[in-house]
């Protein structure tokens, strides 16, 4: 258990501090004053708390002499900001019954540790009642051990998981009564967020529960929760059901969980790397989409209005910059025909997820929102050059792709080792856009966004730039 002890009395912090560590595998940070209770915020998540106690009286630094409430009061703002899944229990002499009062009314109850009771995220003892306070700890303390001792492992996958990852898979797992989560990773993503596989296994070893989970921080976990909504549109087993989202026990971090069948054991990439897909992938992957676009009208749309979904107006500056694109405020700012409905936003091969016998599911709903129709067949063709995940097979194939011809479909198909697959995509960007332009304004979104990434192969992209500009400007001809 690792306590965060903000205390500037000397002599109470040194009687304090031993009977804490007293209670068993007990690591006690001390803050003697406001400012260095922020600098330990800051380091978060690198250092690990699990609670923070608090005396609301503090002063701004350790050698000044202007202890105030208020700086008690604007520690206690930073920890619910800086670290919002930490319980904060507050020790203190000071006069502030209100204050506190009104804590504890507004606290949440959660069960912050996986064990299946709740508790309040927040808590007062005055520090006259201190023999109260350390019982409570000893009782906090095995609750936060239990979950400590899940093991949590990679198997024989390299794969590297932080203390706040680890902590929001103890407590998912031992919410289902698991003692051992076994991770590999679903993906390959760009974002602060993973997405890993999940299998939970109780102390006889009997699966409890196959599960993916998206694990980042709070915004992006409570993002992604909120774009779940979008999915009930969608046909049943289009995607993995949402069972769990943890928010609190990790700091500033949390996970989305999602329950999978036993059956969905590869990705869209573990297919295409041994070969070409089948004729009926594409299609089944397009037919889970199409509830989204049914209906949709057509409107007139700037190119840079597309191009907003996937980059910044000031990533896009750096990259005009930094590779001489003039061309592109004028391309951007032509007006097309163009289909916007919910589409899933990074439908790239790893956020696809194959049953036994090549059923397809889909994963990772952290982009799913408003966008142009033809982008998620688009990005389920180019990931195939781009995607980390992929690369390291595509790599091979880059000297003999007609890149210059992209948009000769027969020509560039021609020399692609995965041709159906690169056909099935272009045929179905085409079927569901409201015109051939925006299905050239939705690869040029795509590739101009390769370029902002350190780890990208930023001449195939400026070669598949050039084809896709020239095939546009051929349609005012």
């Given at each position: 258990?690792?306590?965060?002890?903000?205390?500037?009395?000397?002599?109470f912090?040194?009687?304090?501090?031993?009977?804490?560590?007293?209670?068993g595998n007990?690591?006690?940070?001390?803050?003697?004053?406001?400012d260095?209770?922020?600098?330990?915020?800051?380091?978060?998540?690198n250092?690990?708390?699990d609670?923070?106690?608090?005396?609301?009286?503090?002063?701004t630094s350790?050698?000044?002499?202007?202890?105030?409430?208020?700086?008690?009061?604007?520690?206690?703002?930073?920890?619910?900001?800086?670290?919002?899944?930490?319980?904060?229990v507050?020790?203190?002499?000071?006069?502030?019954?209100?204050?506190?009062?009104?804590?504890?009314?507004?606290?949440?109850?959660?069960?912050?540790?996986?064990?299946?009771?709740?508790?309040?995220?927040?808590?007062?003892?005055?520090?006259?009642?201190?023999?109260?306070?350390?019982?409570?700890?000893?009782?906090?303390?095995?609750?936060?051990?239990?979950?400590n001792?899940?093991?949590?492992t990679?198997?024989?996958?390299?794969?590297?998981?932080?203390?706040?990852?680890?902590?929001?898979?103890?407590?998912f797992?031992?919410?289902?009564?698991?003692?051992?989560?076994?991770?590999?990773?679903?993906?390959?993503?760009l974002?602060?967020?993973?997405?890993?596989r999940?299998?939970?296994?109780?102390?006889?070893?009997?699966?409890?529960?196959?599960?993916?989970?998206?694990?980042?921080?709070?915004?992006?976990?409570?993002?992604?929760?909120?774009?779940?909504?979008?999915?009930?549109?969608l046909?049943?087993?289009?995607?993995?059901?949402k069972?769990?989202?943890?928010?609190?026990?990790?700091?500033?971090?949390?996970?989305?969980?999602?329950?999978?069948?036993?059956?969905?054991?590869?990705?869209?990439?573990?297919?295409?790397q041994?070969?070409d897909?089948?004729?009926?992938?594409v299609?089944?992957?397009?037919?889970?989409?199409?509830?989204?676009?049914q209906?949709?009208?057509?409107?007139?749309?700037?190119?840079?209005?597309?191009?907003?979904?996937?980059?910044?107006?000031?990533?896009?500056?750096?990259?005009?910059?930094?590779f001489?694109?003039?061309?592109?405020?004028?391309?951007?700012?032509?007006?097309?025909?163009?289909?916007?409905?919910?589409?899933?936003g990074?439908?790239?091969?790893?956020?696809?997820?194959?049953?036994?016998?090549?059923?397809?599911?889909?994963?990772?709903?952290?982009?799913?929102g408003?966008?142009?129709?033809?982008?998620?067949?688009i990005?389920?063709?180019l990931?195939?050059?781009?995607?980390?995940?992929?690369?390291?097979?595509?790599?091979?194939?880059?000297?003999?792709?007609?890149?210059?011809?992209?948009?000769?479909?027969?020509?560039?198909?021609?020399?692609?080792?995965?041709?159906?697959?690169?056909?099935?995509?272009?045929?179905?960007?085409?079927?569901?856009?409201a015109?051939?332009?925006?299905v050239?304004?939705?690869?040029?979104?795509?590739?101009?966004?390769?370029?902002?990434?350190?780890?990208?192969?930023?001449?195939?992209?400026?070669?598949?730039?050039?084809?896709?500009?020239?095939?546009?400007y051929?349609?005012?001809?």
């Amino acid at each position: 258990m690792r306590i965060l002890l903000v205390e500037d009395d000397r002599d109470f912090v040194d009687g304090l501090k031993p009977r804490l560590e007293g209670i068993g595998n007990v690591v006690v940070t001390v803050a003697e004053s406001r400012d260095a209770a922020f600098r330990i915020f800051a380091e978060l998540p690198n250092v690990f708390i699990d609670i923070v106690v608090l005396d609301l009286k503090l002063p701004t630094s350790n050698a000044s002499f202007d202890a105030s409430v208020d700086h008690g009061q604007a520690v206690f703002s930073r920890a619910i900001q800086r670290a919002p899944g930490v319980p904060i229990v507050l020790l203190t002499g000071s006069s502030v019954e209100q204050f506190a009062r009104k804590l504890v009314r507004t606290a949440r109850q959660e069960d912050v540790w996986g064990e299946g009771q709740t508790m309040p995220t927040i808590d007062v003892f005055p520090k006259t009642d201190l023999l109260e306070f350390l019982e409570h700890m000893r009782t906090l303390y095995p609750k936060i051990e239990a979950t400590n001792n899940i093991d949590v492992t990679t198997g024989v996958h390299t794969l590297t998981l932080s203390s706040v990852e680890k902590r929001t898979l103890r407590i998912f797992a031992r919410k289902r009564a698991g003692t051992t989560c076994t991770v590999s990773s679903l993906n390959g993503g760009l974002s602060a967020s993973r997405v890993l596989r999940v299998k939970v296994h109780d102390g006889a070893g009997a699966l409890q529960i196959d599960a993916a989970a998206k694990l980042g921080l709070l915004e992006a976990i409570d993002d992604e929760s909120s774009r779940f909504t979008n999915l009930d549109r969608l046909t049943p087993g289009s995607h993995p059901a949402k069972i769990e989202v943890i928010r609190f026990g990790a700091i500033n971090s949390g996970g989305v969980f999602y329950n999978l069948l036993n059956d969905y054991n590869s990705s869209l990439f573990d297919r295409l790397q041994q070969g070409d897909v089948d004729a009926h992938l594409v299609p089944a992957i397009k037919q889970l989409l199409a509830p989204w676009r049914q209906g949709v009208p057509t409107a007139n749309v700037t190119i840079a209005h597309m191009r907003r979904k996937l980059m910044s107006d000031a990533d896009l500056a750096v990259v005009q910059k930094e590779f001489g694109l003039i061309w592109i405020q004028e391309i951007e700012a032509k007006t097309i025909q163009s289909r916007n409905c919910c589409i899933h936003g990074d439908l790239h091969g790893g956020n696809v997820l194959l049953s036994g016998t090549g059923n397809p599911m889909l994963i990772d709903f952290g982009d799913v929102g408003p966008g142009t129709v033809s982008l998620d067949p688009i990005t389920l063709e180019l990931c195939l050059y781009f995607h980390p995940q992929f690369a390291p097979i595509s790599a091979a194939w880059i000297g003999g792709i007609d890149a210059d011809n992209w948009h000769s479909l027969d020509q560039f198909a021609a020399t692609m080792p995965r041709s159906q697959f690169v056909r099935d995509c272009r045929a179905w960007a085409h079927e569901v856009a409201a015109s051939g332009r925006e299905v050239l304004a939705s690869a040029y979104a795509y590739l101009v966004r390769q370029l902002k990434y350190p780890d990208t192969n930023k001449v195939l992209a400026q070669r598949l730039l050039e084809s896709v500009k020239k095939a546009f400007y051929a349609t005012y001809e």
